[in-house]
């Protein structure tokens, strides 16, 4: 049963645009968030986390908005570049268990 | 300071050849854990050790075992290594539960 569902599986957007990556939950117990980045042949890398007890978190380009009713978060992704490029996972945890991730989405900014 | 180092980097493997993934940490976590990734499944968790002495599963453990070696050092083997053991396997570690996780470059395993 995957508990973290994300969406798109694949994006393309222009240099400038806004990206957006969605992903719903079911585990109502689940109360950290994190977004993880991912370019080609490397290893994930912490980009941004948020907790249910704030609706959004801003840290340069990159925002989360959390919709704690909906069970629903999204990665917002400002002024997109191709630096950008690459693949997004959110996930999903209480607080003692480990990560849930969702199955990821691959980025595209086109120049 | 290194972080999370993985080897060997690359390998290939006939069906039921056996190996070990070695993992190491130089951040003094206490909690480390094993990923395979494959394309259209995100990451998946194998098994983890959320403190020294102690490992679990995770989603994903039939045909393998793990080994938390010391505090730095966690294991991965593989006893008979199968086709759909082929995958892109990460290390990573962590101070337990809800705290950054630092994933090492990865291990690309290819079973024939």
């Known amino acids: 049963q995957q508990q973290v569902k994300q969406s798109p599986q694949s994006l393309i957007v222009q240099k400038g645009g806004i990206s957006i990556i969605n992903c719903a939950y079911e585990?109502?117990?689940?109360?950290?968030f994190p977004w993880y980045q991912q370019f080609p042949g490397k290893g994930p890398a912490l980009l941004i986390a948020?907790?249910?007890?704030?609706s959004e978190k801003k840290e340069g380009r990159f925002t989360i908005s959390f919709n704690k009713s909906a069970k629903q978060f999204s990665l917002h992704i400002m002024d997109s570049q191709p630096g950008d490029s690459a693949t997004y996972f959110c996930?999903?945890?209480?607080?003692?268990?480990?990560?849930?991730f969702g199955k990821g989405t691959m980025l595209l900014v086109s120049p | 300071n290194a972080g999370v180092t993985q080897t060997p980097k690359f390998q290939v493997l006939k069906t039921g050849q056996s190996m070990t993934l070695q993992c190491a940490q130089d951040?003094?976590?206490?909690?480390m854990y094993w990923y395979r990734q494959d394309p259209g499944m995100g990451l998946r968790l194998i098994y983890y050790?959320?403190?020294?002495?102690?490992?679990d599963k995770g989603e994903v453990p039939n045909g393998y075992n793990v080994s938390r070696l010391n505090k730095r050092e966690f294991s991965l083997r593989l006893e008979s290594a199968a086709p759909s053991q082929t995958s892109v396997y990460f290390c990573?570690?962590?101070?337990?539960?809800?705290?950054?996780?630092?994933f090492g470059p990865g291990t690309r395993l290819l079973v024939l």
């Open positions: 996930a999903a945890s209480m607080l003692v268990s480990t990560l849930t």
């Open positions: 990573a570690s962590s101070e337990p539960y809800q705290e950054t996780q630092y």
């Open positions: 585990n109502t117990a689940f109360d950290y």
């Open positions: 050790s959320a403190s020294e002495g102690t490992t």
């Open positions: 951040m003094n976590h206490n909690s």
């Open positions: 948020i907790r249910p007890d704030v």
